[in-house]
Each structure stands twice: as structure tokens, then as C-alpha cells.
């Protein structure tokens, strides 16, 4: 089935289904709760260590168990209530926030050693990226469930913006909350907001979980979610293409260093330039609401990783802070429009059986592209200086749309219908 009118003729569709609207507000208010954390831990991490490799071990903390046990998270989703399990991802990384607020006062009152406040830090993000691994592919999964085949875009598209909104009020809110009422008090009120977002999902009906006539071992279970996307080209070269432009077009590692030596705009320009892709994703995606941009998906795919790679060669070689702006913004409207593509194609295309594990195949390869692009291009600035390493991204990036285009041309003719529910 394809997406019918329902999801082009009206912008808003999908919210009008109230579970929807709980899944958007739980889901904005969860990603903006851990950005305002994941910010103002790592300004405290820098503070007391004066180590910029200490924000990279961060991402590391993160990633390493979400990479590493996302897969089999991504089986349980497929097996168990994926509203259970997002209740209790919640529920954990609420009360491993509340831990580290209790070590925080500690540390404010001299009871805990900086040092020690440090490896708590850790800890918790790493612990936070174990959750994720089980969280992320049942939200991802459990969308499917709340609006019908046809507004899968439209949910889609809502999806996006959700998320851009946190990526800008998340970062934005916590220097001002940090500013006034400091580390200790900015967290709990992530807790507030973490809890609010379980309250929030918990509003969510709890869904069947659809039955595989196949069952079988965990490993074999896992291996058929990476069997499936892979053997559906479409998935497979979408995803791929989406990791492989960030990874290497990826500029938010080196935008403090654009800022301070090159723009020559400070701090507060720096927080102008990390806001920038994510207002103009969310400026698209709301223009896009009423229009449907899968009719031909690869086509639209391509055009739009390659506009991607235009205006973060243009960002490279910019000397003005107008300009660079501009050209962030840009950056971030066409990856917004790839990200929809992609997230409806999985959508679309992937069984309701195999949901959790597809999503979770697609949730490493976003974030591999995300980790190892920031180590990427904080490696090719030190080896090529900053802006030739910008350029190589740049053009990196659209040297692969033309390779991937070329080896995937029967991809234009495909139009994604509904998998068999």
C-alpha cells in the first residue's frame, strides 16, 4: 500500500490519532531531558578536567553499549511489549539522573572528590547508552503501531521535527538553567522531565506483540533483522548513504574551532552555528507536511544527500558568519529530507515482526556515523587543518552519491508499498 491522500492532504493527520500526540510530546520531552544533561555533563566534564579528550571518552561511554547490544534490543522489541520496555528504559535512566544529582550535591559539599565525580559521570552515560539500546528500537518500532499505513510519512515527518526541536530547545535551555541554579539544579529538572516523558508513554496503549511463525534462537532472531535489511537493497543502500555522508560530511566536531579561529565569533556564535541545521530540518519538515516526498524515494535520496554535501562545501571554504549560517541551515534542510525518506522507507518496507530489529540495524548505523564522524573529522583537522579537512568531507560525501547512484540505478524505479502485517 502506498501512502494515499490521507497523508499529503492535510498536514497534521497523523496527530490527529492521540496516542500519536502522546508518543511526540513523551518522545520531545525524553530527547530534550538527556541533551540538556549530555551538555551541561560534559561543560562540568571540561571544567574539571580542562581535557578536550575527556568530551571525546563521552561519546565513546555512550556508543560502546548502544552499538554493542542494540541488536539484541532490538530482538526483545520484536518479542516483548515495546511499551513495557520504553517504560522501564525511562524509569532506569530517570533514577540513574537522580543518582548522579545526589553525587553532584555531594560533590558540591566537598563529601565527593572531583575525580570520583568524574568516573560517575561515565558511568552514568554509559549506563544511559545500555537503555538506549533497548529503548531507541522500541520507540523506533512502536510508531508503526499508532497511525495506519497510509500516514506513515506524515508520522514520519512529525518524528523528524520532534526531534529537531529537542536538538535546539534541549541545548539551548541548559546554559540557562545552569546559569541559574546550577549543575545540581539543572538535573533535576531533567528528572522532572524525564519523568514527565514516562508519564507521557505510559498514556500509550499497551500494543500486541505480532507473532512469528519462525521462532527461533536470539542469534539466528538478530541475524534475520540483518539478513532483511540487507537483502532489501532499498534499506540497505539508504542507510548506508545516510552513514556515510554523516560520517564523513559531518562538521559539529570542528564547529568550536570554525567559531573561535575562523569566523572569529565566540561562544555566542558558536551556539548560533549548533543551532542552525536544526532550524532549517525543522522549517522543512514543517513546509513538507502537507506534500509527499516518497513517490520516488531513491531519486528524491540522492538529490538530497547530495544537496547535503553542496552546502557543507560551501560552509568549509566560508569566511563569513552570514554565509555559514546559511549554509548549516541549508546542510540541515536537506538531511532532513533524507531522514524522512529513509525512516518512512523502514516504515513502510519492514514487517511488523521484524520492526524492533531492522530499527535497531538502522539505529548502528546512525550511530557509528555520528561517534566516529566526530572522531573523524577531529582527526582530519589535526592531520589536513580545519577547513581542508571540511573540503575533503565535502567532497568525500558526494563522491559517494555518485558511486552509490551509480551501482544502484534499478533503486529509481521502486516505489515502497506496506510489508505484509
Wanted: proline residues 4%; positive net charge; glycine residues 8%.
Amino acid at each position: 500500500m502506498t501512502p494515499g491522500n490521507q497523508s499529503t492532504s492535510n498536514g497534521t493527520s497523523a496527530l490527529r490519532h492521540p496516542e500519536f500526540r502522546y508518543y511526540i510530546a513523551a518522545s520531545t520531552i525524553h530527547n530534550m531531558a538527556l541533551l540538556v544533561q549530555e551538555v551541561v555533563i560534559a561543560y562540568e566534564l571540561y571544567k574539571i578536567t580542562r581535557n578536550p579528550m575527556a568530551l571525546g571518552l563521552t561519546g565513546l561511554a555512550a556508543a560502546f553499549p548502544y552499538i554493542a547490544l542494540s541488536l539484541f534490543g532490538g530482538h526483545i522489541a520484536d518479542r516483548l511489549s515495546k511499551r513495557t520496555i520504553i517504560l522501564w528504559s525511562v524509569a532506569l535512566v530517570t533514577m540513574s539522573t537522580a543518582c548522579l544529582y545526589v553525587c553532584v550535591i555531594a560533590a558540591e559539599s566537598q563529601r565527593l572528590s572531583p575525580e570520583t565525580l568524574v568516573a560517575v559521570f561515565y558511568v552514568v552515560i554509559f549506563f544511559i547508552g545500555v537503555c538506549r539500546a533497548f529503548r531507541a528500537p522500541a520507540v523506533s518500532a512502536l510508531r508503526a503501531f499508532l497511525v495506519p499505513p497510509s500516514l506513515y510519512e506524515n508520522a514520519t515527518k512529525w518524528s523528524t521535527s520532534s526531534w529537531q526541536v529537542a536538538s535546539v530547545v534541549g541545548p539551548t535551555l541548559s546554559g540557562f538553567l545552569y546559569l541559574a541554579v546550577g549543575l545540581s539544579g539543572t538535573l533535576l529538572c531533567v528528572v522532572a522531565l524525564l519523568a514527565g516523558s514516562w508519564y507521557l508513554f505510559g498514556r500509550i496503549g499497551d500494543k500486541p506483540v505480532p507473532s512469528d511463525p519462525n521462532e527461533t534462537s536470539v542469534m539466528r532472531s538478530v541475524m534475520e533483522g540483518v539478513r532483511f535489511a540487507y537483502r532489501t537493497k532499498i534499506i540497505f543502500y539508504s542507510i548506508s548513504l545516510d552513514m556515510l555522508s554523516v560520517l564523513f560530511g559531518g562538521v559539529v566536531a570542528i564547529l568550536p574551532i570554525y567559531a573561535e579561529d575562523i569566523l572569529h565569533v565566540g561562544a555566542g556564535g558558536l551556539g548560533i552555528l549548533r543551532a542552525a541545521s536544526s532550524a532549517g530540518a525543522i522549517v522543512t519538515v514543517i513546509a513538507l507536511a502537507r506534500f509527499s516526498i516518497i513517490k520516488n524515494p531513491w531519486r528524491n535520496l540522492l538529490i538530497a544527500t547530495s544537496g547535503f554535501g553542496v552546502w557543507i562545501l560551501i560552509f568549509a571554504v566560508s569566511p563569513w558568519m552570514i554565509l555559514s549560517v546559511l549554509a548549516l541551515f541549508m546542510s540541515g534542510a536537506f538531511d532532513s529530507i533524507s531522514v524522512v525518506i529513509r525512516q518512512t522507507i523502514l516504515q513502510l518496507m519492514t514487517p511488523d515482526a521484524m520492526r524492533g530489529r531492522v530499527m535497531a540495524v538502522s539505529g548502528i548505523f546512525i550511530a557509528s556515523s555520528n561517534e566516529l564522524g566526530a572522531f573523524e573529522s577531529g582527526f582530519a583537522a589535526r592531520l589536513m587543518g580545519t577547513v581542508p579537512s571540511a573540503v575533503f568531507g565535502a567532497m568525500t560525501t558526494l563522491v559517494i552519491v555518485t558511486l552509490v547512484f551509480s551501482k544502484s540505478k534499478e533503486l529509481l524505479k521502486v516505489r515502497p508499498t506496506a510489508a505484509v502485517h
